[in-house]
């Protein structure tokens, strides 16, 4: 864990103690220390760095001092809200490749992403060059069109039979001409990874606009994968992962101007009475 303490910082608040998730601190002689008997239930969230009020805290080589301060920097309730009501599944995207780094810059914040238990066992699988994404866009058509001969397409998705034919016409129904694709995978027998994965993926959906990138949760292209055994292997995971979900991004054709307008969710107010 390499937990340290800067003495002349640390100012015995206790916070890192009382936040920590597994408890596997304690405070002695007004310095936090590490329990030994539950040093192993650690789960790496580095809860007790953040909580520091002081920055006095580092665990696993982390240096606070390179921590951005919170909550400086946070957005405004309004401009999340308008962020959150604006956001538009993209179907329209100019062809030209997003810069290498743009895209990493919008990755980078993925790191934070919550996952069930810490365990943060996903694997992102990245297409940022057009052509490789032409090349797996050439692939998935190409296994529908065998499957639908071979009788392989289960009823309920046979809608997709007919995706190969509009392909043949110029018409990219599934990945609607995207040049840039995110699969996100994670361990089958992980404690939550469907969850984990649809996390990652909209907290993508909602920095992406910030880099002036459009985004389509691409339900078609996750429907194929099903289909064409091919479109899995093909993302060379590592064994045990499979692909939860697959979002498209890049330059939208389109703009917005305008929210829409939606009744808001049921909502039900939970209730327990006594016995």
């Not at 694709?181 to 993926?201: H, K, N, Q, R, Y």
Request: with cysteine; hydrophobic share 40%; charged share 25%.
């Amino acid at each position: 864990m390499d937990l340290l303490i800067d003495a002349q910082r640390c100012i015995g608040c206790g916070e890192c103690v009382q936040d920590c998730p597994v408890g596997i601190l304690t405070l002695e002689s007004g310095r936090p220390e590490v329990i030994p008997e539950r040093k192993e239930h650690c789960i790496a969230c580095q809860h007790c760095l953040a909580v520091c009020p002081t920055a006095a805290l580092s665990i696993f080589g982390v240096d606070p001092d390179k921590s951005l301060p919170l909550p400086e920097g946070l957005p405004e309730q309004s401009q999340m809200e308008r962020l959150l009501l604006g956001r538009r599944s993209v179907r329209r995207f100019k062809p030209d490749r997003v810069h290498p780094a743009d895209i990493d810059r919008v990755l980078a914040p993925l790191a934070a992403s919550p996952t069930g238990r810490n365990n943060r066992d996903m694997v992102l699988t990245l297409v940022d060059d057009p052509d490789v994404m032409q090349q797996y866009r050439k692939l998935t058509y190409h296994g529908l069109e065998l499957a639908a001969n071979g009788d392989r397409i289960p009823e309920h998705l046979a809608f997709l039979a007919k995706f190969p034919e509009q392909w043949s016409q110029g018409r990219d129904l599934i990945y609607r001409n995207a040049p840039h694709m995110l699969v996100v995978s994670a361990l089958e027998d992980g404690p939550t990874p469907e969850a984990d994965c649809f996390i990652l993926l909209s907290q993508f959906d909602l920095l992406a606009p910030t880099a002036g990138l459009g985004t389509l949760w691409c339900g078609f292209a996750h429907m194929a994968m099903r289909v064409v055994p091919e479109l899995p292997m093909a993302l060379q995971l590592p064994d045990g992962y499979r692909p939860m979900y697959v979002m498209l991004f890049g330059y939208p054709a389109v703009r917005y101007h305008r929210t829409v307008q939606r009744e808001s969710f049921p909502i039900r107010r939970l209730r327990l009475t006594g016995r």
